[in-house]
């Protein structure tokens, strides 16, 4: 994990040349209309950052589940002591939603058998409580042995007897239990190994399904999320756009992200044929997430199903009434009353009390998968008809459309969004691009959000026809802050700006660029160049924007500003310097309007210290390439606070001093920790092998 460093430094060395002169006038500009200023991701299951990632669940293929797309398999497992492992069809499945299962039988001679699950490329083991569960069907008198276990030594971390259940065989029969190791793992290359005596199983088989061991949870929230990733995102965000993305698109209008088959007991979710190369499990559904918007205490725009799917598959209208009945049918389930149809079932869930929902976006990209049919489609009947469905129940409901003011497909089939919708851009830009895009909003008539955005190609690359930058690099997250400013400057018109894709486990992944980076050592998990400026934004929020002037005009600093209602009124400025001439610091006088000599503002600043734009953290080095310098410095006589910022830095200056070296004000705590080495690459780590 990447540390965070404060420097609490003396004043400021302004240089010699002339500052940039900026005046924030104290009333005009305008309110941002939805509250803070609202920073957050997109989260869909890419890169492994839901079954493998976030979703804390430790073992790999537990549930045997999957589709036309993938086929099932015993991946994941290992036998021990010669045990034959096969997949069964057995005419009494665990369930209708989980007809497979594994059927582990003896070798001639009997004695301990069983299997090992090497988990998402490892498992990580410390001396904390694990909540295990497995299935069995067949006869069996005895007891089983769970063990937490080195997949590179004969060592045995923690290990418990579950007495068996299985009495006559002629039923499905759960077997619950918790195991404590005794010590530390020194790596994650381990396994869960489930064992039984064969003496005991008068067939000389068992038949096994729901395989499943949790650690601990974030909030200790059962079926939850894996601590440590979950902490990187808590206490900054304030916002979750899900489920996706092109996730919720699925690969065709048989496989799109059906919400009712991600409800209910685990035994009852047949998983999804998900988009991105792998079978998901659906243990992460909609009900779970809405309990991490929860634990989170933020909002959420809950996308829905528009009838498009990405292998361009349009639902044509005579059918679309299914998918507005079922998105209507999503809505009452997360927000409608206790007695409602769906919002009993959610309340048989757990949760009686309706979330709030006040955003609800209809499809994902649909200029992008369909193309010129998909999008006109769209346009014609697909929108209108569920804008229409939705506001005549929820006339509260904010509507968001899948595309922006600046989306186009070919020429003369331009379709911006429909007033009052509210819009959704996604930049995925070199940096200068990003730069280029700082003034975009300003005369924007349609309301956005920025529902993904992220520099993902290097200045002057080829962009998608070429390769991701590896990781997040500092110049690219200086572009993303100049642009981020450029939407907070419009917040009357921007509801929020989201980091996409956000998780990546270093073992199997498709898109690089992510904010966070992790893998099944959780010494491994990276908070990236970006993670410190969105964290930085999302430290200082601002409810109203104050007009800004400055006779040098914008670049290479880059600037807007507030204030905070919901910190006394505390004021905000927020600049990024970019590419400034000759690399030079940049000399910076700000004026408050009505703020007096001897006045203290907080001075938070990112850097690279090197000033090398090209700087990354990489987990495998565990170095933080950020610097972060907090200060307290004081308003001179003309009440004007002045300092310099290096070229390629973002800085807020704030007014509340209390926020000096915090973390974001929603979440009350500090971000940041050892920086740690890694032990491999992408792919299976070093190593990494079955037992034999």
């Given at each position: 994990?990447?540390?965070?460093?404060?420097?609490?430094?003396?004043?400021?060395?302004?240089?010699?040349?002339?500052?940039?002169?900026?005046?924030?006038?104290?009333?005009?500009?305008?309110?941002?209309?939805?509250?803070?200023?609202?920073?957050?991701?997109?989260?869909?299951?890419?890169?492994?950052?839901?079954?493998?990632?976030?979703?804390?669940?430790?073992?790999?293929?537990?549930?045997?589940?999957?589709?036309?797309?993938?086929?099932?398999?015993?991946?994941?497992?290992?036998?021990?002591?010669?045990?034959?492992?096969?997949?069964?069809?057995?005419?009494?499945?665990?369930?209708?939603?989980?007809?497979?299962?594994?059927?582990?039988?003896?070798?001639?001679?009997?004695?301990?058998?069983?299997?090992?699950?090497?988990?998402?490329?490892?498992?990580?083991?410390?001396?904390?409580?694990?909540?295990?569960?497995?299935?069995?069907?067949?006869?069996?008198?005895?007891?089983?042995?769970?063990?937490?276990?080195?997949?590179?030594?004969?060592?045995?971390?923690?290990?418990?007897?579950?007495?068996?259940?299985?009495?006559?065989?002629?039923?499905?029969?759960?077997?619950?239990?918790?195991?404590?190791?005794?010590?530390?793992?020194?790596?994650?290359?381990?396994?869960?190994?489930?064992?039984?005596?064969?003496?005991?199983?008068?067939?000389?088989?068992?038949?096994?399904?729901?395989?499943?061991?949790?650690?601990?949870?974030?909030?200790?929230?059962?079926?939850?999320?894996?601590?440590?990733?979950?902490?990187?995102?808590?206490?900054?965000?304030?916002?979750?756009?899900?489920?996706?993305?092109?996730?919720?698109?699925?690969?065709?209008?048989?496989?799109?992200?059906?919400?009712?088959?991600?409800?209910?007991?685990?035994?009852?979710?047949?998983?999804?044929?998900?988009?991105?190369?792998?079978?998901?499990?659906?243990?992460?559904?909609?009900?779970?997430?809405?309990?991490?918007?929860?634990?989170?205490?933020?909002?959420?725009?809950?996308?829905?199903?528009?009838?498009?799917?990405?292998?361009?598959?349009?639902?044509?209208?005579?059918?679309?009434?299914?998918?507005?009945?079922?998105?209507?049918?999503?809505?009452?389930?997360?927000?409608?009353?206790?007695?409602?149809?769906?919002?009993?079932?959610?309340?048989?869930?757990?949760?009686?009390?309706?979330?709030?929902?006040?955003?609800?976006?209809?499809?994902?990209?649909?200029?992008?998968?369909?193309?010129?049919?998909?999008?006109?489609?769209?346009?014609?009947?697909?929108?209108?008809?569920?804008?229409?469905?939705?506001?005549?129940?929820?006339?509260?409901?904010?509507?968001?459309?899948?595309?922006?003011?600046?989306?186009?497909?070919?020429?003369?089939?331009?379709?911006?969004?429909?007033?009052?919708?509210?819009?959704?851009?996604?930049?995925?830009?070199?940096?200068?691009?990003?730069?280029?895009?700082?003034?975009?909003?300003?005369?924007?008539?349609?309301?956005?959000?920025?529902?993904?955005?992220?520099?993902?190609?290097?200045?002057?690359?080829?962009?998608?026809?070429?390769?991701?930058?590896?990781?997040?690099?500092?110049?690219?997250?200086?572009?993303?802050?100049?642009?981020?400013?450029?939407?907070?400057?419009?917040?009357?018109?921007?509801?929020?700006?989201?980091?996409?894709?956000?998780?990546?486990?270093?073992?199997?992944?498709?898109?690089?660029?992510?904010?966070?980076?992790?893998?099944?050592?959780?010494?491994?998990?990276?908070?990236?160049?970006?993670?410190?400026?969105?964290?930085?934004?999302?430290?200082?929020?601002?409810?109203?924007?104050?007009?800004?002037?400055?006779?040098?005009?914008?670049?290479?600093?880059?600037?807007?500003?507030?204030?905070?209602?919901?910190?006394?009124?505390?004021?905000?400025?927020?600049?990024?310097?970019?590419?400034?001439?000759?690399?030079?610091?940049?000399?910076?006088?700000?004026?408050?309007?009505?703020?007096?000599?001897?006045?203290?503002?907080?001075?938070?600043?990112?850097?690279?210290?090197?000033?090398?734009?090209?700087?990354?953290?990489?987990?495998?080095?565990?170095?933080?390439?950020?610097?972060?310098?907090?200060?307290?410095?004081?308003?001179?006589?003309?009440?004007?606070?002045?300092?310099?910022?290096?070229?390629?830095?973002?800085?807020?200056?704030?007014?509340?001093?209390?926020?000096?070296?915090?973390?974001?004000?929603?979440?009350?705590?500090?971000?940041?920790?050892?920086?740690?080495?890694?032990?491999?690459r992408p792919g299976k780590p070093p190593g990494f092998r079955p037992k034999l």
């Amino acid at each position: 994990m990447v540390a965070i460093k404060y420097a609490f430094a003396a004043a400021a060395c302004v240089a010699s040349t002339a500052a940039i002169e900026v005046s924030v006038s104290s009333s005009g500009g305008n309110a941002t209309g939805y509250g803070q200023t609202r920073y957050g991701f997109l989260h869909e299951d890419i890169n492994n950052s839901g079954d493998g990632g976030i979703y804390a669940e430790l073992v790999r293929n537990r549930a045997f589940q999957y589709s036309r797309k993938y086929p099932v398999s015993t991946d994941g497992y290992y036998s021990i002591n010669g045990a034959k492992l096969s997949i069964q069809m057995l005419d009494e499945p665990l369930s209708e939603a989980l007809p497979a299962s594994m059927r582990v039988k003896a070798p001639k001679g009997g004695g301990v058998v069983g299997f090992e699950n090497e988990g998402y490329w490892g498992m990580d083991v410390k001396q904390q409580p694990y909540s295990g569960t497995f299935w069995v069907k067949g006869e069996y008198h005895g007891h089983f042995t769970a063990s937490l276990q080195s997949n590179l030594t004969d060592a045995v971390f923690g290990s418990t007897k579950v007495k068996s259940k299985c009495k006559t065989g002629d039923e499905w029969v759960e077997h619950t239990y918790e195991l404590v190791p005794t010590k530390d793992a020194p790596n994650s290359n381990n396994t869960l190994a489930i064992t039984f005596d064969a003496a005991g199983a008068p067939s000389g088989h068992l038949d096994f399904n729901f395989i499943s061991l949790f650690p601990p949870t974030f909030k200790d929230r059962k079926n939850g999320l894996r601590v440590d990733v979950a902490e990187t995102l808590y206490g900054w965000s304030s916002v979750i756009r899900f489920p996706g993305g092109n996730m919720l698109e699925g690969n065709t209008n048989r496989s799109y992200w059906n919400w009712k088959d991600s409800i209910g007991p685990l035994i009852e979710r047949p998983g999804f044929a998900g988009v991105w190369g792998y079978q998901q499990t659906h243990g992460l559904g909609l009900l779970e997430y809405l309990e991490w918007a929860e634990d989170f205490e933020v909002e959420f725009v809950l996308a829905v199903y528009a009838g498009l799917s990405l292998n361009g598959d349009i639902t044509p209208e005579d059918k679309l009434q299914r998918f507005i009945d079922e998105a209507l049918e999503e809505i009452e389930f997360v927000r409608g009353p206790a007695d409602s149809t769906w919002g009993s079932r959610r309340a048989e869930l757990g949760h009686p009390e309706p979330f709030t929902l006040e955003y609800v976006e209809v499809g994902n990209e649909d200029w992008l998968a369909g193309g010129d049919k998909g999008w006109n489609a769209y346009f014609r009947y697909r929108f209108p008809l569920f804008q229409q469905a939705i506001n005549e129940v929820y006339p509260d409901i904010e509507i968001l459309y899948s595309g922006s003011a600046y989306d186009t497909s070919s020429p003369g089939n331009y379709h911006p969004p429909q007033n009052p919708a509210i819009g959704d851009y996604h930049p995925y830009r070199e940096p200068d691009d990003l730069v280029d895009e700082f003034d975009l909003f300003d005369n924007q008539t349609v309301r956005h959000i920025v529902g993904e955005v992220a520099a993902t190609f290097v200045n002057n690359g080829t962009g998608f026809d070429g390769d991701l930058h590896p990781f997040p690099w500092w110049i690219g997250t200086v572009g993303e802050a100049v642009s981020m400013i450029g939407y907070e400057r419009n917040a009357d018109r921007v509801l929020g700006t989201f980091y996409a894709p956000v998780l990546r486990n270093m073992n199997r992944w498709q898109w690089s660029i992510t904010l966070v980076q992790f893998a099944a050592d959780p010494a491994l998990t990276t908070r990236s160049t970006s993670w410190y400026v969105w964290d930085l934004f999302a430290l200082h929020p601002i409810t109203h924007v104050l007009p800004v002037e400055s006779p040098a005009g914008y670049g290479p600093l880059y600037y807007g500003a507030g204030t905070d209602e919901e910190r006394d009124g505390a004021m905000v400025w927020k600049g990024a310097v970019y590419n400034s001439t000759n690399k030079a610091d940049v000399p910076i006088s700000v004026a408050f309007d009505g703020v007096k000599a001897g006045t203290k503002a907080v001075l938070d600043m990112r850097t690279q210290a090197e000033g090398n734009p090209w700087a990354y953290n990489d987990p495998f080095t565990g170095v933080n390439v950020v610097s972060t310098t907090t200060e307290v410095i004081t308003a001179n006589a003309d009440g004007v606070f002045e300092f310099s910022m290096p070229n390629l830095s973002v800085a807020v200056l704030d007014t509340d001093v209390s926020s000096a070296g915090s973390s974001s004000p929603s979440g009350g705590k500090k971000h940041g920790g050892p920086g740690h080495k890694g032990h491999g690459r992408p792919g299976k780590p070093p190593g990494f092998r079955p037992k034999l």
